[in-house]
Nanobody
Framework: QVSLVESGGGLEQAGASLRLSCAAS????????MGWFRQSPGKEREFVAT????????YYADSVKGRFTISRDNAKNTVLLQMNTLKPEDTAVYFC????????????????WGQGTQVTVSS
């Protein structure tokens, strides 16, 4: 069992940076691949980035590649998403998820989700 809590969302202008954090509880955190997804009103949950259980492998959506960086600290049960050069189209609720698969690029591959954190980017 893994519980996830996201934080760090907010309102930023285009071009700014924001760092999201996902705090996990549960002794098995380090055995899960972790990912970030985002969802806008009326749209499906969209893959953003994922990181393997060891942190040695990462995958990114083309829309964020080169701007976003996912990382994890297994000692602190934390996953981070550093978002640079934000664009208005990055506006969404961002969700953290835990998966036992690799690479988990679809929402159906995740077993656990956080409640989400809102990111709004103004132009």
């Amino acid at each position: 069992q893994v519980s996830l809590v996201e934080s760090g969302g907010g309102l930023e202008q285009a071009g700014a940076s924001l760092r999201l954090s996902c705090a996990a509880s549960g002794r098995t955190f380090s055995s899960y691949s972790m990912g970030w997804f985002r969802q806008s009103p009326g749209k499906e949950r969209e893959f953003v980035a994922t990181i393997s259980w060891s942190g040695s492998s990462t995958y990114y959506a083309d829309s964020v590649k080169g701007r976003f960086t996912i990382s994890r600290d297994n000692a602190k049960n934390t996953v981070l998403l550093q978002m640079n050069t934000l664009k208005p189209e990055d506006t969404a609720v961002y969700f953290c998820g835990a998966s036992s698969m690799w690479p988990p690029t679809r929402a159906t591959m995740y077993s656990y989700w956080g409640q989400g954190t809102q990111v709004t980017v103004s132009s």
